[in-house]
């Protein structure tokens, strides 16, 4: 059955994967304290990253509008269903005003299917489920099934952060000045994950970089030992050398099936700062 995909700019796709799915993106927006731009749009990541430097200081984000929504489903086919599988709710509003705009069409045109599921993460996470979706859609799933299985497959997914600086937490608000300024002279790299509820919280607190990327790769082994018929998903802030060697490093301990790498768009690079990684894949039911 042929079904539209549908993201927001909170996910990174790797351009192997977008060229052999067809997935509209709804972008979010960052504001700048001179200009506001549309993620993947108005603003690209070279740009960007030139911006933080002249102006020192780091964008706002905000989730696309419930019409923003309304518009993008509005221009596919009515008899294509829609997939839509969001940033995680724990993060952000996209997830309400996905679902506030799929109301909006259902009222015009009631017979309309749409689906929309809060994944529970982000970046890398959403192109993982995306690749799911593609994986199944190929398989013959009908709507009702595939969206079921996205919603148990949320469940199942597995995002892990590593940051190599503190600076965009501090320079954002999200981290106390002192505390980073602490952090920085003890060479403190902070472990993230996705919670549960789609939150992101410190797994763990390490010193150095190279035990916290040792660690890093160790957590993989920790959700999942059935890594054959899998899949893992890295995208990288700006350090694409670090990314390839630290993907090297995790498939030659776990032998994933296929391992996709991309860079992190303009919204997961204004929190994970410079060098971020971050991984995706399905823990053991």
């Avoid at 909006?104 to 489920?129: F, Q, W, Y």
């Amino acid at each position: 059955m042929e079904m539209q995909l549908m993201t927001d700019g909170g996910a990174d796709i790797p351009a192997r994967l977008a060229n052999t799915l067809d997935i509209v993106v709804v972008p979010l927006y960052l504001h700048f304290s001179d200009e506001q731009y549309k993620t993947g749009v108005t603003i690209d990541l070279p740009t960007f990253y030139k911006k933080i430097e002249e102006m020192h200081e780091l964008p706002r984000s905000s989730a696309p509008s419930p019409n923003d929504f309304y518009e993008a489903y509005k221009k596919i086919d009515a008899n294509k269903p829609i997939i839509m599988l969001s940033l995680s709710r724990g993060l952000s509003s996209t997830y309400e005003n996905a679902v506030t705009g799929k109301d909006m069409l259902l009222e015009e045109e009631p017979d309309r299917k749409i689906a929309v599921i809060n994944a529970k993460s982000a970046s890398c996470g959403l192109a993982l489920l995306l690749h799911e979706a593609g994986q199944k859609m190929k398989e013959g799933y009908s709507f009702d099934e595939l969206s079921d299985h996205l919603h148990k497959r949320t469940e199942q997914t597995t995002t892990l952060f590593v940051l190599k600086t503190l600076e965009n937490l501090v320079l954002g608000g999200r981290l106390d000045k002192v505390k980073g300024t602490l952090a920085k002279t003890l060479n403190i790299k902070l472990l993230m994950k996705a919670s549960d509820e789609g939150t992101i919280e410190v797994a763990e607190k390490v010193r150095g970089d190279k035990k916290s990327i040792r660690r890093f790769i160790e957590q993989i082994g920790e959700y999942t030992k059935n890594v054959e018929d899998k899949v893992i998903m890295m995208t990288h802030c700006n350090a694409e050398e670090r990314a390839k060697k630290v993907l090297h490093d995790i498939t030659s301990k776990y032998p994933f099936k296929d391992a996709y790498l991309t860079e992190t768009g303009p919204l997961i690079s204004t929190y994970g700062g410079e060098g971020a990684l971050v991984i995706s894949f399905f823990k053991d039911a």
